[in-house]
Each structure stands twice: as structure tokens, then as C-alpha cells.
């Protein structure tokens, strides 16, 4: 059984004063610091990371005055950039390491990719896969004023991100933006022995770890929402 802790009290719309503490900063620096404060972010190599990739790169034009804002905003085809919290929330979870090979399934804007990137380093990768073309197109130009795509730190494909990749060597790490109903079992294969899947899960975000080939430990955290994964026909 999984272990399920619940801080669906703090994310609640119900509880709005406290949910969105923080939600409308001025500036990414305020955005940061309420993240710290209310511990989202605990550890000082991800508020480094968080603070070099500027969220206002990867926001639509339309929502520049948004962009440090605590929220979950449209980026077209019905997608959202997420929001900082669970982001925020997320990587701690993952902890990404210099050196390592990432997965970020549904790179959507490729915010998230692009702190990975900054998290694993130039010896590390990030791969993004992204269902949408488009939105693959302008995640690469959003991550590309990092430098990070010319680089080759960062790719991104287009594909449905429930298969399995092909000619893609196992990954230390795998997080995805999308929930999926439960777990795609080609993440477990395309996973490391001794990695780490951060993903959603209906309303949760569940963490797996890869102790032997054949066996997995799970932990659960209840209250997010997400866009759904959506697997292709085929
Ligand atoms: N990390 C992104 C989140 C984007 S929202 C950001 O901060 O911008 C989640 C993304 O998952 C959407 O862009 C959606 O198109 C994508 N997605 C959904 N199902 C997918 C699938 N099966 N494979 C790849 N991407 C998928």
C-alpha cells in the first residue's frame, strides 16, 4: 500500500487566503521567496535553479503581467504552464543530481525542462517529450535563450510521452506535468535501478522509487490537479 499523506488543505481553493499566500508577487524574486517561506522550495541548489530560469520566458506575451503569479497559466491547446508550488513541490522530490539523464513527460512551455537542465548540469540531459507539435516548437524556443537546446543539454520530441522511447538509454530520473490513471509501465522499464519517477496521479502526485529491476516502493501525496495525460490510439 502506498503511503498517502494529504495536503490538500493547503492547496484547496475552498482556503483561499492561505492557499495563495504568495499568489500575486511583483516580481520572480517575491515569487521565490514565498516558495521558500512556505516550503515548497527547501534546498538551495533548486531556489539557484528556479532563480536562473526566469518564468516570464516561457509565458504567452498576453500573460507577461501573470508571470510571477502563484497559478497555473494558459499556454494554448488547452495546456497550462504549472503552477510554481508544484513545481517547486515536485522537483524537491525528484532531486535532480549534476550528471544525470531526466525525462519531463508533457514539456508543455518547458519551464519545468529548463530548470531540469539547470538542476543536471552540463554533463547532465534532459529529454522532454511533448504530445502537442506546437507547443514542442515554442518550449525549444523558450529553452533556447538558455542556451540549452544548441547545447544539447535540453531535446525535445514530440511523441506520446505513456510509451516507451526508442533508442533512449535508461533514465536516472522521470517526471511528468500530466496525470496519467496510474502509472505507464514503460517508465518503471525506462527507469534506472535506483532512480526515481515524480508523477501525477488523478488528484496526486506519487513518487517510485526503482529498488531492483522488479520491485518499487510508492509514496503518495494527495490534493493537486493536473491536465490529463493523454495516451495516442496506437
Ligand atoms: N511542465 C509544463 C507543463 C505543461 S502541462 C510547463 O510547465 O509548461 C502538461 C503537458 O503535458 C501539456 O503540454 C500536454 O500537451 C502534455 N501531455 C499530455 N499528455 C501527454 C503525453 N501522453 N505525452 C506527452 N505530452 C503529454
Redesign the pocket.
Known amino acids: 500500500m502506498a503511503e498517502k499523506i494529504n495536503i490538500f488543505e493547503e492547496n484547496s481553493p475552498e482556503n483561499e487566503d492561505e492557499a495563495n499566500s504568495g499568489f500575486v508577487n511583483e516580481s520572480y524574486e517575491e515569487l521565490i521567496k514565498h516558495l521558500e517561506t512556505d516550503g515548497y522550495i527547501q534546498t538551495p541548489v533548486i531556489a539557484e535553479a528556479f532563480r536562473k530560469i526566469d518564468r516570464k520566458d516561457?509565458v504567452p506575451p498576453e500573460l507577461l503581467g501573470e508571470a510571477y503569479f502563484d497559478s497555473a497559466l494558459a499556454?494554448g491547446?488547452e495546456?497550462?504552464?504549472?503552477q510554481p508550488l508544484v513545481?517547486a513541490f515536485m522537483l524537491e522530490l525528484l532531486r535532480p543530481k549534476p550528471g544525470e539523464r531526466v525525462l519531463?513527460?508533457?514539456?508543455?512551455?518547458?519551464?519545468?525542462?529548463a530548470i531540469l537542465a539547470e538542476l543536471v548540469g552540463e554533463t547532465g540531459q534532459v529529454v522532454g517529450?511533448?504530445?502537442?507539435k506546437e507547443?514542442a516548437e515554442k518550449?525549444k524556443e523558450n529553452i533556447g535563450k538558455y542556451g540549452f537546446i544548441d547545447s544539447g543539454r535540453v531535446r525535445i520530441v514530440v511523441?506520446?510521452?505513456?510509451k516507451k522511447m526508442e533508442n533512449e538509454p535508461p533514465f536516472n530520473k522521470i517526471i511528468a506535468?500530466?496525470a496519467a490513471e496510474e502509472i505507464p509501465e514503460s517508465w518503471k522499464e525506462e527507469l534506472v535501478v535506483g532512480g526515481r519517477i515524480v508523477a501525477p496521479v488523478g488528484q496526486s502526485i506519487v513518487v517510485i522509487d526503482k529498488i531492483k529491476p522488479d520491485q518499487f516502493e510508492t509514496k503518495e501525496y494527495f490534493g493537486f490537479s493536473?491536465?490529463?495525460?493523454?495516451?495516442?490510439k496506437n
Open positions: 516561457f499556454i491547446f495546456q497550462t504552464i504549472s513545481v519531463d513527460v508533457g514539456s508543455g512551455s518547458g519551464w519545468q525542462a517529450i511533448e504530445r502537442i507547443l518550449a511523441g506520446d510521452g505513456s506535468a500530466a493536473f491536465v490529463p495525460l493523454v495516451k495516442s
